[in-house]
C-alpha cells in the first residue's frame, strides 16, 4: 500500500485523471440507470389461468381445476399449490422456493399444460402468467366521452383493441396494456323456441351444424407436369348473411323434392357487442379503465414521457374524431419524482452538513475541501457499480447513498488529520502526505470491511426482502469501498500539494470559547482514562461489561415491535365491496353507486375545511358479486381521511361489507405490505367452514374494525349463493328419446346463451353464441317452460323431463395443496406492529 500511497503523491495528474474519469463512467452511467420507484423483486410464482364461459364453480373445480391439478402438483420445487374456481374461470397459481429456476420452471410448467387431457370443449386455452414487482400498472388510464358527446362505450369492440390499445402497447418500455370494457363483439344466433316446434328441430342439431359448418383447411397438394398446386377447402359462414344460408336440415316435401332448412328460418343472425360484465364510472362519468405495465430494467420516467406523448397524439387525432379523451388517472411517477427529490435534497443537505462538522472541526478551509472532495467523488463512483451490477436507480438505493455521505469521509477524515498531524509537527508536505497516509491505511480498511462485511448476509439473501435491501447494501458497500481507495490516493496528492508552505500557518488555528474548553476536557477524560485502563486492565474490562449490559438493556427495553415495511404517503384509496351472495351486477352497481353519491360533493365542490378533504378523482368497477373503488385527493397528505368516505355507506347495507385502504408504495397485494393471511384446509368445506366462522369471531374480538383493523374472507363465509340445479330425469328421458346433452344444450341456450365456436371476422376473433330470443329476460319460475324437441320431433317442456329446485352452491371454491380451505387475511390497524399481531394469532387464536 505503501507504493501506491507513493505513487499518487508523485504523479498527482494521474490521480487527477482517475478522479475525473471515474465522474465522467458515473455520469455516463447515470444517465442510462433505470429510474422506478423500488428494485425489481424476482417473486418465484407462477399462475394458470383457465377461462370456461357460464361454468358454476363446482364444475370449473371438477372439470378444470382437479386435471391441472392431478398433471401440475409433480413438478420440481413447487413448495405451494392454491387453486381458485370462480363463475366461468379457474386460476392455480404455483409458489416456488426462492432458488428455483423460474425460465426452467416456466419451461416445464408449459410442457406440462401440454400434456393436460379431457378440458371441456368451450374452455379457452390455458394462460401462463409470471408474478413479478412489475405487474403492477405504472399508469392507470381513463377512456371517457368529451363534455357534450354522447358516445357508447360499450360499443366500441375493436376500435378499442386497434386504434388505442395497440398503438400504446407499441411504446417502447411498455411489455402489456390491459383494459376494462369497451364490448367486445359476437355473433349472436337468436333462436325462435316457436320455429323450434314447428319445424321439429333439437337445439343439438342446430349447434353441430354450426360447429361443422365452415372450415378452412389445407389438403396437401397436386403435382401436374411442371406445377405443382396446393389444395385447400374452404368454406366459410362468418358473416351474418352467410351465416344465415346455413342448411340444417334437408325435408322432403310433397311434391317429393327436396326442401332445405336454413339457419335464417329458425333464427335471427346480427353482430351486436357482448353483454356487458361490469359498470366503470370515473368522477360521475362512464369510463374505459386500461392499464400500462412496465417492461423490466425500463426507465419507469422515461416510458412514462413516451406513454403520455402516445396518449396526446390518440386525443388529437382518432379519439377526437369520436368524441373520446383518454386521461391519466394514476401516474407512478409523480411518487417516484417526489421520492427522489426527497432523498436527493437529503444528500444535499447531509453534505453540506458533514462541511460544517469537517470546518467546525478542523478549523481550516484547505483541509475541509480536501476531505469534501471524497463525497462527489465516491458518491457518483457507486453509480458505476449500481450499472455494471444491473440495478436501477429506487428509493432504496438512493436511500443507501444518503446514508454514505456521512460514511464516505470517514476514511479521509482519519488520512487527512494524519497528515495534518504530522504537517504541524513541522515534517514536509510530501514526507506528511505519505507517512500520515501509510500509518493508518491498515486500520481504515479494517473499518471499511467491516461494513462491507455487515451487509454480506443480506447480498446473499434470496428471500424477496434480500432482494429488496440488496441495492441499499451495494450502494453503502461501493461507496465505502471507493472512499478507502481515495483517502489514499486522493486525500495525500491533494494533501501533498495543498499543505505545502510553513508549518506555523497550521499551528495556531481559529479558536471557539466554550467549545474549544469542552473539547479540551473531553479529551483530557479520554486519555486518563486510556491511561487507567493501562494500568489496571480489570477497570476496562468492568467499562466494557456495563456499556455492553447498558447496551442490550436499553435495547431490550426501548426495542420497536417488527413490522415490514411502511405504506408510505400514495395518494390514493383502494377498496373492495363484498356482497352477499347472489347479488346481481344492477344490485351491486347499486351499492357502489350509495359511495360514489358520498364522494360526488367532494369532487363537485370545495367541503368545508373541517370536512373530509377535497377529492380529486373518485372512479368504481361494480359487477357481478362485487364492486372496487378509488380515490385521490387534492391534499395528498389528507387522503387516508377519506377511507370513512368510501367505507360509511356500505355500513347500512344489510351483509354488505368493504375492505378499505390507503395504497402502499411497496405493497402490491390487496392487503398492502401490512397483511396476515390465515389458511385454514380440510377434506371439505363444510369440515372448514365451522373453524373459519370461529376465527373470524376472534379475529373480530382481538382486531376491532372501529380501531381501524379488517379483516377479508377468501372464498366468503356465506353458506353460499343462491343456485337453480336442474337434475334430468333418464328414465323420462328414455321414454322421449332425449339425452342429457339435449336438456343441458336447451338450458344454456335458452338462458344465457351457448359459445359454440369462436369464429374470424375483420382480423379478430369473436365468439358465435346460440341464445333464445328472451335469454336476458328469462326469470327462474320460466325455466321448466323451455320447450325441448326430441328426435321423434315432439316438443316436451323441461318441467315434464327435469326436476329444477333451488340450492345453496359456493361463489368461490379455493384449494391449497389439494385441501378445500377458506383464507382470512387480516389487515390490523396501523398503530398495531405486524410482530404483535401474529404473537396474538398464534397464542389467542391457533394454539
Known amino acids: 500500500m505503501g507504493g501506491l500511497i507513493k505513487l499518487a503523491i508523485e504523479r498527482p495528474v494521474a490521480v487527477l485523471a482517475l478522479i475525473l474519469l471515474t465522474v465522467l463512467f458515473g455520469v455516463v452511467a447515470l444517465r442510462n440507470i433505470p429510474i422506478q420507484m423500488s428494485p425489481d423483486i424476482e ?42 374456481s370462480r363463475r366461468g374461470r379457474a386460476s392455480v397459481t404455483l409458489t416456488y422456493s426462492v432458488t428455483q429456476d423460474m425460465d426452467k420452471a416456466l419451461v416445464l410448467l408449459l410442457s406440462k399444460l401440454s400434456a393436460v387431457t379431457g378440458l371441456p370443449g368451450d374452455a379457452r386455452t390455458p394462460e401462463v402468467r409470471t408474478s413479478n414487482s412489475d405487474d403492477s400498472p405504472i399508469a392507470r388510464l381513463a ?35 390491459t383494459f376494462n370494457g369497451g364490448g367486445a363483439k359476437e355473433m349472436k344466433v337468436l333462436i325462435d323456441p316457436a320455429k323450434l316446434t314447428q319445424y321439429r328441430i333439437s337445439l343439438t342439431e342446430v349447434i353441430d351444424a354450426l360447429r361443422n359448418s365452415s372450415s378452412m383447411m389445407s389438403v396437401g397438394s397436386v403435382t401436374e407436369g411442371k406445377r405443382t398446386y396446393a389444395v385447400r377447402t374452404e368454406a366459410v359462414n362468418y358473416t351474418p348473411d352467410a351465416a344465415g344460408r346455413i342448411v340444417l336440415r334437408t325435408d322432403t316435401s310433397a311434391s317429393g323434392t327436396l326442401v332445405p332448412l336454413l339457419l335464417s328460418d329458425i333464427a335471427t343472425i346480427r353482430l351486436e357487442s357482448a353483454t356487458r360484465s361490469s359498470f366503470r364510472r370515473l368522477n360521475g362519468e362512464d369510463a374505459v379503465i386500461i392499464n400500462a405495465l412496465r417492461a423490466p430494467g425500463v426507465n419507469v420516467v422515461e416510458t412514462m414521457a413516451r406513454l403520455r406523448t402516445a396518449i396526446d397524439k390518440l386525443n388529437r387525432s382518432v379519439l377526437d374524431a369520436r368524441g373520446l379523451n383518454l386521461r391519466v388517472v394514476y401516474d407512478e411517477t409523480k411518487y417516484i419524482a ?48 449500481i450499472a455494471g451490477l444491473g440495478l436501477s436507480i429506487n428509493v432504496i438505493s438512493l436511500a443507501g447513498l444518503a446514508f454514505a455521505v456521512g460514511m464516505v469521509v470517514d476514511a479521509s477524515i482519519v488520512s487527512l488529520e494524519n497528515i495534518f498531524r504530522l504537517r504541524q509537527r513541522g515534517l514536509p508536505a510530501d514526507s506528511a502526505a505519505y507517512h500520515g497516509a501509510r500509518q493508518v491505511w491498515a486500520p481504515i480498511l479494517g473499518s471499511a470491511l467491516t461494513t462491507v462485511i455487515v451487509f454480506i448476509p443480506v447480498l446473499l439473501l434470496t428471500l424477496p426482502v434480500g432482494q429488496l435491501f440488496r441495492d441499499i447494501g451495494i450502494a ?10 481515495v483517502s489514499v490516493t486522493v486525500i495525500p496528492a491533494l494533501a501533498a500539494r495543498l499543505l505545502r508552505g510553513s508549518p506555523d500557518r497550521y499551528a495556531n488555528l481559529i479558536r471557539i470559547p466554550g467549545l474549544d474548553h469542552l473539547a479540551r476536557g473531553f479529551a ?31 435495547a431490550g427495553r426501548f426495542m420497536p415491535q417488527l413490522d415490514y415495511l411502511p405504506d408510505g404517503n400514495a395518494n390514493f384509496v383502494f377498496g373492495r365491496i363484498f356482497t352477499p351472495p347472489g347479488y346481481s351486477m344492477d344490485e351491486t352497481l347499486r351499492i357502489a353507486e350509495k359511495m360514489e353519491s358520498a364522494a360526488r360533493p367532494l369532487w363537485e365542490s370545495e367541503p368545508p375545511a373541517d370536512g373530509p378533504p377535497a377529492i380529486e378523482r373518485f372512479f368504481f368497477v361494480a359487477f357481478s358479486g362485487g364492486a372496487f373503488a378509488g380515490a385521490s385527493a387534492r391534499d395528498p397528505a389528507r387522503v387516508g381521511e377519506l377511507q370513512m368516505v368510501l367505507m360509511r355507506p356500505i355500513f347500512t347495507e344489510p351483509g354488505t361489507g368493504a375492505f378499505v385502504r390507503q395504497a402502499s408504495l411497496f405493497g402490491r397485494s390487496v392487503g398492502g405490505s401490512r397483511s396476515i393471511r390465515i389458511d385454514i384446509a380440510g377434506p371439505s368445506r363444510d369440515a372448514v367452514l365451522p373453524i373459519a366462522f370461529r376465527v373470524n369471531e376472534k379475529l373480530a374480538e382481538l382486531f376491532p374494525r372501529t380501531e381501524g383493523s379488517q379483516v377479508r374472507a377468501l372464498p366468503n363465509l356465506d353458506n353460499g349463493a343462491p343456485q337453480i340445479r336442474i337434475t334430468p330425469d333418464l328414465a323420462a328421458l328414455a321414454r322421449a328419446g332425449v339425452s342429457v346433452r339435449d336438456v343441458t344444450a336447451a338450458v344454456d341456450v335458452f338462458n344465457d346463451g351457448a359459445n359454440v365456436i369462436q369464429i374470424p371476422i375483420a382480423g379478430e376473433l369473436i365468439d358465435l353464441v346460440v341464445a333464445g330470443r328472451d335469454a336476458s329476460n328469462l326469470t327462474a319460475a320460466q325455466l321448466g317452460d323451455i320447450p325441448i324437441v326430441t328426435r321423434a320431433g315432439s316438443i316436451l317442456r323441461l318441467g315434464q323431463l327435469a326436476k329444477i329446485e333451488i340450492i345453496s352452491a359456493p361463489e368461490q371454491i379455493r384449494r391449497i395443496g389439494g385441501s378445500q380451505a377458506i383464507s382470512l387475511r387480516l389487515r390490523p390497524t396501523d398503530k398495531l406492529p405486524l410482530e404483535e399481531a401474529v404473537a396474538i394469532i398464534e397464542t389467542q387464536i391457533i394454539d
Not at 527 to 544: E, F, K, N, Q
Open 43 to 84: 417473486k418465484p410464482i407462477l399462475e394458470v389461468r383457465v377461462g370456461w364461459p357460464g361454468a358454476s364453480p363446482e364444475d370449473v373445480d371438477r372439470e378444470i381445476v382437479g386435471r391441472l391439478e392431478s398433471e401440475l402438483s409433480g413438478l420440481n420445487g413447487v413448495e405451494e399449490l392454491v387453486s381458485a
Open 143 to 177: 377512456l371517457i366521452a368529451k363534455p357534450g358527446q354522447t358516445v357508447d362505450l360499450e360499443g366500441l369492440g375493436n376500435f378499442l383493441e386497434t386504434q388505442i390499445v395497440e398503438p400504446l402497447g407499441r411504446v417502447n418500455g411498455v411489455s402489456e396494456i
Open 338 to 385: 417526489s421520492a427522489i427529490d426527497l432523498v436527493q435534497q437529503n444528500i444535499w443537505i447531509g453534505g453540506v452538513l458533514a462541511l460544517g462538522v469537517l470546518l467546525l472541526f478542523l478549523r481550516s478551509l484547505l483541509p475541509t475541501i480536501i476531505v469534501f472532495a471524497a463525497i462527489p467523488v465516491s458518491v457518483i463512483g457507486t453509480f458505476v457499480a
Open 476 to 485: 453503502i458497500s461501493v461507496a465505502v469501498l471507493i472512499s478507502v481507495i
Open 524 to 554: 483530557s477524560l479520554v486519555v486518563s482514562y486510556a491511561r487507567l485502563t493501562v494500568r489496571r486492565s480489570i477497570v476496562g474490562i468492568v467499562a466494557v461489561a456495563l456499556l455492553v449490559a447498558g447496551a442490550a438493556g436499553f
